[in-house]
């Protein structure tokens, strides 16, 4: 448990081997950082490597509220201070978490050398599904102004977010996103979200889009060898760039 002020405690997991850059694992949507359980262990034989509970999951405090993506960007960032755990990072999101390492990466960029992004949410997602199929996107605030909390953007709005780093995006099996629908409003979601994901690859100078062979939108725990290779491989790249600089 690591105390980051504000009355906030975060669990913290770290493994493996000193080195660098660190590898911090950003969980999706509501998941804690056992959804890293089949990745962090692999990772932990060539990297130090760590996982946390955003405030009110898990083992972590609560904030006595629902944060937003901006706040979760914020805690992370006081998180790896206070455990003294030093830049450069690779950041690796899963889902939503993808989208906070975006965050993350464009308000700190000197301390992210490096990123992959796993089935990754995309700050045009919502406006972008609700064009495919409309009413497909459920649960969210009707209201645009309350998109910023979510680390979306409203209807039309692009992504501005670019970067030089190198990056692997790593999308499900095509056909097997669980989504309710049609035959033809299923494919037309799928057809999105798989150009949201090369949309995202794109955003790198050095970006590469890689697709799971077997694994729906849990990557993570149906194919975690995926996402273990993408980290090697960005570690790789990582280095080498570093090599020429020393």
Same mark, same amino acid.
């Given at each position: 448990?690591?105390?980051? =002020? /504000?009355?906030?405690?975060?669990?913290?997991?770290? /493994?493996?081997?000193?080195?660098?850059?660190?590898?911090?694992?950003?969980? =999706?949507?509501?998941?804690?950082?056992?959804?890293?359980?089949?990745?962090?262990?692999?990772?932990?034989?060539?990297?130090? &490597?760590? +996982?946390?509970? @955003?405030?009110?999951?898990? @083992?972590?405090?609560?904030?006595?509220?629902?944060? +937003?993506?901006?706040?979760?960007?914020?805690?992370?960032?006081?998180?790896?201070?206070?455990?003294?755990? %030093?830049?450069?990072?690779?950041? #690796?999101?899963?889902?939503?978490? =993808?989208?906070?390492?975006?965050?993350?990466?464009?308000?700190?960029?000197?301390?992210?050398?490096?990123?992959?992004?796993?089935? %990754?949410?995309?700050?045009?997602?919502?406006?972008?599904?609700? $064009?495919? &199929?409309?009413?497909?996107?459920?649960?969210?605030?009707?209201?645009?102004?309350?998109?910023?909390?979510?680390?979306?953007?409203?209807?039309?709005?692009? %992504?501005?977010?670019?970067?030089? *780093?190198?990056?692997?995006?790593?999308?499900?099996?095509?056909?097997?996103?669980?989504?309710?629908?049609?035959?033809?409003? @299923?494919?037309?979601?799928?057809?999105?979200?798989?150009?949201?994901?090369? $949309?995202?690859?794109?955003?790198?100078?050095?970006?590469?889009? @890689?697709?799971?062979?077997?694994?729906?939108?849990?990557?993570?725990?149906?194919?975690?060898?995926?996402?273990? !290779?993408? *980290?090697?491989?960005?570690? /790789?790249?990582?280095?080498?760039? !570093? +090599?020429? #600089?020393?």
């Amino acid at each position: 448990m690591v105390d980051i =002020g /504000s009355g906030k405690q975060l669990y913290l997991n770290c /493994s493996g081997k000193p080195g660098s850059p660190t590898v911090i694992l950003e969980a =999706g949507s509501e998941a804690t950082s056992h959804s890293w359980a089949q990745v962090q262990p692999q990772v932990a034989r060539f990297a130090r &490597v760590c +996982s946390y509970d @955003r405030a009110g999951l898990g @083992r972590s405090s609560s904030s006595g509220h629902e944060e +937003s993506v901006a706040e979760n960007v914020a805690d992370l960032h006081s998180l790896l201070q206070h455990a003294g755990i %030093s830049p450069p990072y690779l950041l #690796v999101g899963h889902s939503s978490g =993808g989208l906070r390492v975006q965050k993350y990466q464009a308000q700190f960029p000197t301390e992210v050398a490096g990123m992959v992004l796993v089935d %990754s949410a995309h700050e045009e997602q919502i406006w972008r599904f609700s $064009d495919a &199929v409309p009413g497909s996107v459920r649960g969210i605030p009707a209201d645009p102004a309350n998109l910023p909390r979510l680390g979306m953007l409203p209807p039309r709005q692009r %992504s501005q977010w670019h970067t030089d *780093i190198p990056l692997i995006v790593v999308e499900h099996t095509p056909g097997q996103m669980s989504v309710a629908g049609t035959p033809t409003q @299923r494919a037309l979601l799928e057809y999105t979200m798989h150009a949201l994901q090369e $949309d995202l690859a794109k955003r790198s100078t050095k970006g590469e889009l @890689r697709t799971a062979a077997h694994s729906g939108h849990d990557i993570p725990n149906d194919e975690p060898r995926a996402v273990v !290779l993408a *980290i090697r491989d960005v570690m /790789s790249r990582v280095g080498a760039m !570093l +090599s020429k #600089v020393l």
